[in-house]
């Protein structure tokens, strides 16, 4: 079965960086395009980001635009998002999902404070 298992979140002080990790198992990976989203406290699913199965295209909401950048590695299964230049709103729970396959990851909580 579809498994996606996000790992890389943790306390960072605003302007820190971070590098989420999603291990991709029970699907082709690279025949899919994938996509990152985050919940913070009290609110609802906010996208992020989308990658294309290859790689080559890459989308952003305004929000993280310029500071986080989406990125794949198909031979390993393995998508990623490196967050940079984090600020007090960034803090959310943070999922990788595969939309085609409705599959979503357990989330990786990221707090961004001083």
């Known amino acids: 079965q579809v498994q996606l298992v996000e790992s890389g979140g943790g306390l960072v002080q605003p302007g820190g960086s971070l590098r989420l990790v999603c291990a991709a198992s029970g699907f082709t990976f690279s025949n899919y395009a994938m996509t990152w989203v985050r919940q913070a406290p009290g609110k609802g699913l906010e996208w992020v980001s989308d990658?294309?199965?290859?790689?080559?295209?890459?989308f952003y909401s305004d929000s993280v635009k310029g500071r986080f950048t989406i990125s794949r590695d198909n031979a390993k299964n393995t998508l990623y998002l490196q967050l940079n230049s984090l600020k007090p709103e960034d803090t959310a729970v943070y999922y990788c999902g595969n939309p085609v396959r409705r599959s979503w990851g357990q989330g990786t909580q990221v707090t961004v404070s001083s």
């Open positions: 990658i294309n199965s290859g790689g080559s295209s890459t």
